[in-house]
């Protein structure tokens, strides 16, 4: 069976959970053996057989980038024609799968790592061009054969967005981690070198800087922690101006009140984010909206304890009080996932991460457990098989609907 996975990130252009998802699913199913995996994916041709890449359109070089986005996606949508399934993988690429499908009669199962109805700060990023964008994930999502949602959450985030979409058709598949990849490794000399001390305690965030990871509200809970505990930000790839200047305002004010807070803005190879994650003492994720969120695996992994907004898929990996911290949140139901109260969720935030850096020990056997989780409930070779079942099951259901009376 041939199989066309369709994305804007995969390696070496990765820059958040996607891009991560998406390389390691392609690793799952190759390696079993019975699959022709072939990839599409945004950016420069890559020296990897099977793989193609799609640089921009000169012609669109001036364009909006929601249109540049469409101009690759026609270039993606013909390469696909053959295939047995075509399986895209966020609003970039979904409009190529939706048009492949229509041109190679083969059927489209789309993977839901996040909906752009469920993130609205995306027009500051976009403008006009975030209207192109939902239109092309609605319009896939809706003529999809299957939707993969990474999380139980995110399922019921799609049947809400998308209230056409049949739900015996959306199928929850977790994300997962390579247990190998991301394991404990102590490593004081590079942390040093980041400008972190190995040897004292730290509160580590790791993501991009956009609204839905929730940077700000992490940046006013720090404010309380106690003197000793340095506050680790690998934090960059900004969505907008805005959202820079004010993550930048708040660590000026943070730094002016304390010291031992340390940001790193550029993207790190995955040794010196192990080796961050290693000498940490609990990591954090105040996401507002996170369908999964990859980097709880990743820390999770590395025997590092979690504090994280019980939002989303979050509360799916991270289990309150065995392996980390879950903080409640009352959210806005208009899509943002805006706090209600933002200062009792900064409050709740900071209350939790005081009381994970205030007994080690414990911090250190809540670690144990989320090792024991990661690899337990999220490997990629389970992962890997769920997928190709959900590709065998839309197969029959196409075979089983072509022998239905008055369908011929």
């Avoid at 977790?174 to 001390?197: A, E, K, M, Y």
């Avoid at 509360?315 to 009792?344: A, F």
């Avoid at 009381?355 to 990661?374: F, I, N, Q, W, Y």
Wanted: proline share 7%.
């Amino acid at each position: 069976m041939r199989v066309d996975i369709l994305t804007k990130e995969y390696p070496p252009n990765i820059y958040g959970g996607a891009g991560v998802h998406v390389s390691e699913l392609v690793r799952a199913l190759r390696s079993r053996g019975d699959l022709d995996v072939r990839v599409h994916a945004f950016g420069e041709p890559v020296a990897e057989e099977g793989t193609t890449g799609y640089a921009d359109l000169p012609d669109l070089a001036d364009a909006n980038a929601a249109i540049k986005t469409l101009g690759v996606d026609l270039a993606m949508a013909g390469d696909c024609v053959g295939a047995d399934i075509v399986h895209s993988h966020t609003w970039y690429a979904n409009f190529a799968g939706h048009l492949a499908s229509l041109l190679g009669g083969m059927p489209h199962v789309v993977t839901a790592h996040s909906l752009e109805p469920m993130r609205p700060w995306k027009a500051e990023q976009l403008g006009g061009g975030y209207r192109v964008s939902s239109f092309a994930e609605r319009t896939a999502y809706e003529a999809a054969d299957a939707v993969v949602a990474v999380s139980e959450g995110m399922r019921q985030d799609v049947l809400r967005a998308y209230p056409t979409v049949d739900p015996d058709k959306v199928k929850v598949v977790h994300n997962g981690i390579d247990s190998q990849l991301w394991q404990r490794h102590r490593d004081p000399d590079t942390v040093r070198r980041l400008g972190v001390d190995p040897d004292g305690k730290s509160v580590i965030f790791v993501g991009r800087i956009t609204r839905q990871k929730g940077l700000p509200y992490l940046l006013r809970a720090a404010a309380s922690l106690p003197p000793d505990v340095q506050l680790v930000l690998c934090a960059g790839s900004p969505d907008t101006p805005e959202i820079m200047a004010e993550v930048e305002g708040l660590m000026q004010e943070l730094k002016a009140t304390r010291e031992g807070v340390v940001w790193i803005p550029e993207m790190l190879p995955r040794a010196d984010v192990v080796a961050l994650l290693s000498a940490a003492t609990v990591f954090a994720c105040p996401s507002i909206y996170e369908p999964l969120g990859i980097v709880n695996l990743e820390a999770m992994a590395c025997e590092l304890p979690v504090v994280a907004t019980a939002t989303g898929g979050i509360p799916e990996v991270v289990v309150d009080g065995e392996t980390g911290w879950l903080v409640p949140i009352e959210q806005k139901q208009d899509g943002s996932g805006i706090p209600l109260d933002p200062d009792r969720f900064v409050a709740d935030l900071a209350a939790a991460l005081n009381d994970a850096v205030s007994d080690v020990p414990r911090a250190d056997r809540m670690g144990l457990a989320g090792r024991k989780r990661a690899v337990e409930s999220f490997s990629w070779n389970a992962i890997g098989e769920q997928t190709n079942q959900v590709y065998l099951d839309v197969l029959r259901r196409r075979q089983l609907a072509s022998m239905e009376p008055g369908t011929q």
